[in-house]
């Protein structure tokens, strides 16, 4: 058996679909299924993402690590 997927538009309530040309059968089933379109939600600044991801303790740690090795290359 050989099935075809497309994801095609509905425009005023109609579907066109086109069939490869070596699609040869003469009767199909035709199932239609919404597409779910996953909720876009709102852009957030990395700091808002990843606050609090890290104690203070590390984050202190890391800032002191990162300014001796910028040092390091002065």
Request: hydrophobic share 35%.
């Amino acid at each position: 058996m050989e099935a075809l997927r497309q994801i095609v538009s509905v425009k005023n309530h109609t579907l066109n679909i086109v069939l490869p040309s070596d699609f040869t059968a003469e009767r199909v089933e035709v199932i239609v299924l919404p597409i779910d379109e996953p909720k876009k939600l709102p852009k957030q600044k990395n700091s808002e993402r990843f606050g609090g991801a890290i104690s203070k303790d590390t984050a202190e740690k890391l800032h002191k690590h990162l300014n001796e090795v910028r040092s390091e290359w002065q």
